[in-house]
């Protein structure tokens, strides 16, 4: 069987497969890989963990290993509710739709949005799963360059403006506006009122991607788009702050358009874990999602700040980098005759560091002088060993 005959156009278009060979070097022991945003199981209160899914097991007996709602179990999606509307977005059950994962939430909202060819606009360096989530659905990127106080306003009215002049009109905007990945810069409050405003002006949505919002480490957080707009389109996932292999996330937005997205959801998986669910539902009413987002900030906080003095320590001076106040991720510039597409290779084989390279999270390929380092999953001590092989590498090309 040729199978390569029989594949849609679709996946013609998704092109590389970036995510998947990240995901490979963490299985790698004999390479320090800052390539995946792994979370790190230290934060993981696996003994609760535990202990929760025999009490939710115990409880719920057999209902808890069916099929649930295409919504979510209602519990959970009310405590969704109250934790949008602490966060300044006044929030309805019904404006909550539990997905599988955040990754999911944005297929969903793709699969109701976009035809092909319909145009998106990106912040960029862009988040490379989210690239290839949108690629998938063939549209066509806008991207919008960012710099240290996140998406440049700017420029995206020059973007918006150009589309409406060809009489287009992009379908929405997606942002990852708190400590994006992979760049790990914050939009400030004042370019949210802005681009919030400019949608709006525009008519076109805004989706934020909320992954990383929780994990700040200091200073005082931006707020939500969707509080200044609830007509934003929130995503979010438990992922970084409860357990990824539960796979839940949710969508907040309109009850229209969370119809909308139940419907396709329908196509997608039909229901999110419905024991995940009542998990994670018992795990943050007893203040474990709490205690365990405190556990985590404190170890990536630590974390971030011995990558950062390694990154004084070894890097060569003419490199830059972000100082991220929160998430996983710090963004390096190296000289623009570097191309770190090119030299992966020679430092997973040479010096057994990895790295994520520039082109993955440019819908054009672009930014070969860049690489992302996450440092979330790398333990302390690998971090510095594995800046420092890194470090001595550039330096010897950088001469």
């Not at 297929?107 to 949108?134: M, Q, S, T, W």
Request: with cysteine.
């Amino acid at each position: 069987m040729d199978w390569n005959e029989l594949y849609s156009s679709r996946i013609e278009s998704m092109g590389h497969s970036d995510v998947v060979a990240m995901l490979k070097l963490a299985e790698r022991p004999e390479v320090i890989s800052f390539a995946g945003g792994l979370p790190d199981p230290d934060t993981f209160l696996l003994k609760e963990t535990r202990e929760m899914f025999e009490k939710v097991l115990t409880r719920m007996g057999a209902a808890a290993l069916g099929y649930g709602p295409t919504h979510g179990i209602t519990p959970l999606r009310e405590w969704l509710a109250g934790h949008m509307t602490r966060m300044g977005r006044p929030t309805q059950t019904a404006e909550c739709l539990v997905t599988t994962g955040g990754i999911a939430a944005l297929d969903l909202i793709c699969r109701v949005l976009l035809d092909p060819g319909d145009r998106v606009v990106v912040g960029e360096p862009a988040y490379l799963a989210a690239l290839h989530v949108i690629r998938s659905h063939q549209a066509q990127f806008v991207g919008v360059p960012l710099d240290p106080e996140g998406m440049r306003p700017d420029l995206l009215e020059v973007q918006l403006h150009e589309l409406k002049r060809r009489s287009l009109r992009a379908k929405f905007i997606y942002l990852v506006p708190s400590f994006q990945n992979p760049a790990g810069v914050t939009l400030t409050e004042e370019r949210r009122k802005e681009i919030v405003a400019m949608a709006a002006r525009y008519g076109v949505p805004i989706v934020e991607d909320a992954a990383y919002r929780d994990l700040r480490f200091e200073g005082q957080a931006p707020s939500l788009l969707a509080a200044l707009d609830p007509q934003v389109i929130h995503i979010n996932t438990l992922s970084k702050v409860f357990n990824p292999g539960v796979r839940i996330g949710w969508a907040t937005a309109p009850q229209p358009f969370i119809e909308a997205l139940a419907l396709a959801k329908q196509g997608q998986d039909q229901c999110s874990s419905t024991i995940g669910q009542y998990v994670a539902h018992a795990f943050a009413l007893e203040g474990l999602i709490d205690r365990q987002r405190a556990k985590a900030i404190a170890i990536y906080r630590q974390k971030r700040d011995v990558m950062l003095a390694a990154l004084d320590q070894y890097f060569p001076a003419s490199a830059r980098w972000t100082r991220p106040e929160g998430g996983f991720y710090t963004w390096v510039t190296l000289p623009e005759d570097m191309d770190t597409q090119a030299l992966l290779p020679r430092a997973i084989e040479a010096a057994a560091v990895a790295y994520g390279a520039g082109p993955s999270f440019y819908h054009h390929r672009g930014g070969k002088n860049h690489m992302r380092l996450s440092y979330s999953y790398v333990s302390k001590s690998r971090i510095e060993q594995g800046i420092q092989r890194l470090g001595n590498l550039l330096c010897s090309l950088d001469r």
